[in-house]
C-alpha cells in the first residue's frame, strides 16, 4: 500500500460519524437562497444611500444624546452631587405623590382585567368546545353554528391588540380604569378562549369514555370530565397571560389611563427625565415581580402534575 493510500485510510478511520454526517448531508438550496437574501435585506437600505453614519451621529444629536443622560440623574443631585438622604427624599416625595396610586392601579387593572378574560375563556370553553371525536360528525348544525359564532369572537378577540380596544373604549367610557380593564379583558379573553378550546378538543378520547359509558350527558363529561383533565393547563396560560396584562396595564396609561404609563407620558412632556426613568424603573420592577411570581405558581404547579 502506497503512503497516499495509508494516510487517506488513516483519516478515514479517525472520522467521527458526525464528521462524516456533515461531510455526506445534502446541501438545501432554498435555505442557503434565504440566508443570502436575509443579509441582502439587511445591507438594501445602506446600498440605496437610504441612511449614513453622518445621519446618527451628527455634533446636534451627540449633544441631545448628552443631556438626556445628565438629566436622568435626579433633580436634587445635580448640584450637590450624591447624597443618599436627598435621593430617598426625593423617591419617598414621589412615591407618595404619584408612584404609590399609580403603582396600585396598575396592579389593580391587570388582576381585574386577567380575572375576567379567564372566565370569558372558560365560558367560551365550556360552550364552544367540539365533543369528543367519535360524536363530532353527528353534531346539528346547531351545536356547529354555537361553535362557530365562538371561535370567530375568540379570534375577533385576539386579532384586535388591546390598545385599538383601549383607543375606543376611551371614546365611551373616557379616561377610566374601566375602558383599560375591558380592553385587556377582551383581548386576553380571545387569547385564552382559543387556548382553553384547543386544550379540551385535544383531550384523548380515553379518559372520557368512561363516563359516556356510565350514562353521562354532553355537559357532565365536560364538567367531571374535560374540564378538570385540563385545569392545571388552563392556570398556566392564566398566569402566563397574567404576566402581559401587568406590563401592558402600564402601557396603556399612555393613552390616559392614571396607571404608571400615565405619570411616564407625563413626565416626559414636561421633560422630566428623572421622574420619567424613575417610573419606568417601577413599572419595571412590578413586572420583575409579576413575572418571578408567575413562574414561581407555574413550577408549583408542574411539580404538582
Given amino acids: 500500500m502506497s503512503d497516499e493510500q495509508h494516510s487517506s485510510g488513516g483519516q478515514q478511520s479517525f472520522e467521527t460519524p458526525l464528521e462524516q454526517l456533515l461531510r455526506e448531508k445534502q446541501r438545501d438550496l432554498f435555505l442557503s437562497f434565504s440566508a443570502v437574501s436575509f443579509v441582502l435585506l439587511l445591507l438594501l437600505p445602506w446600498l440605496l444611500g437610504f441612511s449614513s453614519e453622518s445621519a446618527f451621529f451628527t455634533e446636534q444629536r451627540l449633544s441631545n444624546i448628552q443631556r438626556f443622560f445628565r438629566e436622568l440623574t435626579p433633580y436634587p443631585l445635580r448640584e450637590q452631587g450624591f447624597d443618599f438622604h436627598l435621593l430617598c427624599t426625593w423617591v419617598a416625595e414621589l412615591?407618595?405623590?404619584?408612584?404609590?396610586?399609580?403603582?396600585?392601579?396598575?396592579?389593580?387593572?391587570?388582576?381585574?382585567?386577567?380575572?375576567?378574560?379567564?372566565?370569558?375563556?372558560?365560558?367560551?370553553?365550556v360552550f364552544g368546545a367540539r365533543p369528543l371525536r367519535r360524536h363530532r360528525?353527528?353534531?346539528?348544525?346547531?351545536?356547529?353554528?354555537?361553535?362557530?359564532?365562538?371561535?370567530?369572537?375568540?379570534?375577533?378577540?385576539?386579532?384586535?391588540?388591546?390598545?385599538?380596544?383601549?383607543?375606543?373604549?376611551?371614546t365611551v367610557?373616557?379616561?377610566?380604569?374601566?375602558?383599560?380593564?375591558?380592553?385587556?379583558?377582551?383581548?386576553?379573553?380571545?387569547?385564552?378562549?382559543?387556548?382553553?378550546?384547543?386544550?379540551?378538543?385535544?383531550?384523548?378520547?380515553?379518559?372520557l369514555v368512561g363516563l359516556e359509558n356510565l350514562g353521562a350527558r354532553r355537559s357532565q363529561i365536560m364538567l367531571w370530565g374535560q374540564v378538570p383533565l385540563s385545569m392545571s393547563r388552563f392556570l398556566l396560560y392564566f398566569l402566563y397571560r397574567w404576566e402581559t396584562c401587568v406590563r401592558e396595564s402600564t402601557v396603556l396609561g399612555l393613552l390616559g389611563l392614571l396607571?404608571?404609563?400615565?405619570?411616564?407620558?407625563?413626565?416626559?412632556?414636561?421633560?422630566?427625565?428623572?421622574?420619567?426613568?424613575?417610573?419606568?424603573?417601577?413599572?419595571?420592577?412590578?413586572?420583575?415581580?409579576?413575572?418571578?411570581?408567575?413562574?414561581?405558581l407555574r413550577e408549583r404547579l408542574r411539580n404538582s402534575d
Avoid at 360528525?137 to 391588540?161: E, N, W
Avoid at 416626559?268 to 419595571?284: G, H, K, N, V
Wanted: a negative charge; charged letters at 15%.
Fill in 95 to 125: 412615591w407618595s405623590e404619584k408612584g404609590g396610586e399609580a403603582l396600585r392601579i396598575t396592579l389593580a387593572i391587570s388582576i381585574v382585567a386577567i380575572s375576567l378574560a379567564g372566565l370569558l375563556g372558560l365560558l367560551a370553553a
Fill in 137 to 170: 360528525d353527528s353534531q346539528s348544525r346547531t351545536q356547529k353554528l354555537v361553535s362557530y359564532i365562538i371561535h370567530t369572537v375568540c379570534i375577533i378577540g385576539r386579532a384586535i391588540p388591546e390598545y385599538v380596544w383601549a383607543f375606543m373604549l376611551l
Fill in 173 to 207: 367610557f373616557g379616561p377610566t380604569a374601566l375602558a383599560g380593564i375591558l380592553a385587556l379583558a377582551v383581548h386576553n379573553a380571545g387569547i385564552l378562549g382559543r387556548l382553553y378550546l384547543e386544550t379540551i378538543e385535544n383531550l384523548p378520547d380515553k379518559p
Fill in 259 to 296: 396607571s404608571l404609563g400615565y405619570w411616564i407620558q407625563d413626565a416626559r412632556a414636561r421633560t422630566f427625565y428623572d421622574e420619567m426613568f424613575f417610573f419606568i424603573l417601577l413599572s419595571s420592577l412590578l413586572v420583575i415581580l409579576g413575572d418571578f411570581l408567575s413562574a414561581y
